[in-house]
Nanobody, 124 residues
Framework: QVQLVESGGGLVQTGGSLTLSCAAS????????MGWFRQSPGKEREFVAA????????YYADSLKGRFTISRDNAKNTVYLQMNSLKPEDTAVYYCAAEPRGLGSQRGSDYDYWGQGTQVTVSS
């Protein structure tokens, strides 16, 4: 069982930055790839970024490359999402998730554990 708790969301102006954190309560955090997804009202959940078990390989949604950076600290059981140059269209609830195969999948269905989400609102 993996429990995930996101933090770091909030209200930010266009062009600003936020760093989200996701703390995992699990003995073997490094066994899981970790991903970030987001969902806006009326829209489907979408993939944001993923990182493999060791942190060596990362994946991003094409539209977010260059602005978002995912990283992890296995010693702290934490995954991060650094978000820069934020736009109003980045407004969403952001979820972290754990993927047991460790591949860094872009499909939400490959993730077995999810956090409760943290709200990010970007004002124009």
């Amino acid at each position: 069982q993996v429990q995930l708790v996101e933090s770091g969301g909030g209200l930010v102006q266009t062009g600003g930055s936020l760093t989200l954190s996701c703390a995992a309560s699990v003995r073997t955090f490094s066994n899981y790839a970790m991903g970030w997804f987001r969902q806006s009202p009326g829209k489907e959940r979408e993939f944001v970024a993923a990182v493999t078990r060791t942190g060596r390989t990362t994946y991003y949604a094409d539209s977010l490359k260059g602005r978002f950076t995912i990283s992890r600290d296995n010693a702290k059981n934490t995954v991060y999402l650094q978000m820069n140059s934020l736009k109003p269209e980045d407004t969403a609830v952001y979820y972290c998730a754990a993927e047991p195969r460790g591949l860094g999948s872009q499909r939400g269905s490959d993730y077995d554990y999810w956090g409760q989400g943290t709200q990010v609102t970007v004002s124009s």
